[in-house]
């Protein structure tokens, strides 16, 4: 059986709010509580879409209280260690590369962002999906317990955390395994919106809450065996981009960035 569980990343004060807002639509009509990935102190220019929204903070807290779960999405989202990390996904990323001390300084600087907001999470997002040893290091020292990627069709542990795999950028259905599904919403084409939407009406019954898949057992042998396999896929299938980003919802980044 196959469970599906959606994740938001980028989420910062100043998103595309009509992207997120639509998502937020969907899954408040399906009842689907989704995993937000709040960037501490975003000082990416990419992710200056709109301008700051004074409610911002208020509504993570809401959605928080309301059942969606909470990720500390790195620390301020400036992509420039030039390192992909173990996962390759990406031939960049915000700590992948970095001493463990400056990594370790980062990370614990951003929870304490997201504790003053009333936000503060075990669950870790890396940008660009790129983090070493060391962050995963770093990671357990500074209490996280579980990070929302890998290449695997179901969870399991490495170093001491948690891993919830994730997969894809577009909802498709697979045969077996546990997926979580990536979301961009600033940059969501229209179309790919509806076919989110229309994705979610044929299979609801098998996508649950983020929160949901925290307790499913790890599956070390199942993992060593589909590791080389989605890995290999997820990595080609990373390989093309889309247009510049605009917030009209009707181009995007490189599907690569996160």
Excluded at 20 to 38: K, T
Excluded at 115 to 141: C, I, K, S
Excluded at 238 to 258: D, E, I, K, L, V
Aim: glycine fraction near 8%.
């Amino acid at each position: 059986m196959t469970l599906y569980a959606f994740r938001m990343d980028d989420v910062t004060p100043t998103m595309c709010r009509r992207g997120f807002a639509r998502f937020r639509a969907l899954f408040e009509e399906h009842g689907i509580r989704p995993l937000l990935g709040v960037v501490p102190d975003n000082r990416d220019p990419a992710l200056e879409i709109d301008a700051p929204d004074p409610g911002f903070w208020e509504e993570m807290r809401a959605l928080r209280a309301a059942g969606w779960s909470v990720a500390q999405h790195g620390h301020q989202h400036r992509c420039d260690a030039p390192d992909g990390g173990i996962l390759g996904v990406n031939r960049r990323g915000e700590f992948a590369s970095l001493p463990y001390d400056r990594q370790l300084e980062k990370i614990e600087r951003g929870r304490a962002r997201l504790r003053e907001e009333g936000l503060e999470t075990d669950v870790w997002m890396a940008p660009a999906h790129a983090f070493d040893r060391a962050t995963l290091r770093a990671l357990r020292h500074a209490g996280f317990r579980t990070v929302t990627d890998g290449h695997s069709l179901f969870p399991y542990e490495r170093l001491g955390l948690r891993f919830i795999p994730c997969q894809m950028g577009v909802p498709r259905p697979v045969p077996v395994g546990v997926v979580t599904v990536y979301i961009h919403a600033s940059w969501t084409p229209d179309a790919e919106f509806e076919r989110f939407r229309r994705f979610v009406e044929r299979h609801r019954r098998r996508i649950r809450d983020f929160s949901e898949l925290l307790a499913l057992p790890p599956r070390p042998l199942v993992r060593r065996v589909t590791e080389p396999i989605v890995g290999s896929a997820r990595v080609l299938a990373s390989r093309y981009r889309y247009p510049p980003a605009r917030c009209s919802g009707t181009s995007r980044p490189s599907r690569r960035s996160a």
